[in-house]
């Protein structure tokens, strides 16, 4: 491993790799907002598109327009509803299953969206219900793609906020990710494994592997003791979102 690390071709490679995930990170940061607004585009362009087939088939069939309308007016009240009780993640997981899902295999569209910035395991575990995973399959790929980006960013992350830091274009971004970090960083340092640990296994917002490797990173935790707090804690929210998402029944059986 050592060797790898200081191979110049190796790192600049890494390096790559994780300024685009540091834009991903740094994208995601308004991600409520955006995909709030993408659900709701997707969900108006569905309704209309209902619409438009329910028209198509009263003008074939000679019924009414004003009955018509009044049932599609009451079903698109009774859709709208029902999305507003989603949860953010929930929303978030519907988009990317009903998106990603027509093109690419199951499987891979819940590792994809585990390994993301605030979404993680947690949405993956979503989308992996909404796509009619079975749990005992879905556990493994959402673990799987939250630990991926876990030790490049302990390992390299430091080094490229340096080096982005010295450009104009990331040095303000760089800034903003470090103080966002070190502020959450108080329940860590107290008690680094335990802190660690609670950090990345509470399913609450602004948590999670990678903001807990970013803080790990900066604050210099030992690299093998912040994976295992990291692992521990993944492996608790992987407990609390299954029985968020596919409910105790879901778990038993």
């Given at each position: 491993m050592k060797k790898m690390i200081g191979n110049k071709r190796f790192n600049l490679a890494l390096a790559a790799l994780m300024s685009l995930l540091v834009c991903l990170?740094?994208?995601?940061v308004p991600a409520k907002s955006i995909y709030g607004t993408g659900v709701a585009i997707a969900a108006e362009s569905s309704?209309?598109?209902?619409?438009?087939?329910e028209i198509?088939?009263?003008?074939n069939s000679g019924e009414t327009l004003p009955e018509l309308s009044e049932e599609s007016a009451k079903d698109n009240a009774k859709d709208d509803a029902e999305e507003e009780?989603?949860?953010?993640?929930?929303?978030?997981?519907?988009?990317?299953?009903t998106s990603l899902g027509k093109y690419i295999p199951a499987?891979?569209?819940?590792?994809?969206?585990?390994?993301?910035?605030?979404?993680?395991?947690?949405?993956?575990?979503?989308?992996?219900?909404?796509?009619?995973?079975p749990l005992l399959k879905a556990i493994p790929l959402c673990i799987l793609g939250n630990i991926i980006p876990i030790p490049l960013i302990l390992l390299f992350i430091k080094k490229i906020f340096k080096w982005l830091g010295k450009t104009k274009l990331?040095?303000?971004?760089?800034?903003?990710?470090?103080?966002?970090?070190?502020?959450?960083?108080?329940?860590?340092?107290?008690?680094?494994?335990?802190?660690?640990m609670l950090f990345v296994g509470i399913p609450i917002?602004?948590?999670g592997a990678w903001m807990g490797s970013l803080i790990a990173a900066l604050l210099e935790i030992d690299f093998k003791k912040a994976i295992a707090a990291e692992l521990v804690g993944i492996a608790i929210a992987t407990v609390i979102v299954s029985i968020l998402s596919y409910g105790l029944l879901g778990i038993i059986i």
């Open positions: 990170f740094s994208v995601a309704a209309d598109k209902e619409k438009g087939e198509s088939e009263e003008a009780k989603l949860s953010f993640t929930e929303r978030v997981a519907a988009k990317f299953a499987e891979l569209v819940v590792v994809f969206v585990s390994m993301l910035p605030i979404l993680e395991l947690r949405a993956g575990l979503f989308v992996a219900k909404f796509l009619n995973l990331f040095h303000g971004l760089v800034e903003k990710l470090e103080a966002r970090a070190m502020k959450k960083s108080t329940a860590i340092s107290n008690g680094e494994f335990v802190g660690l917002p602004g948590t």
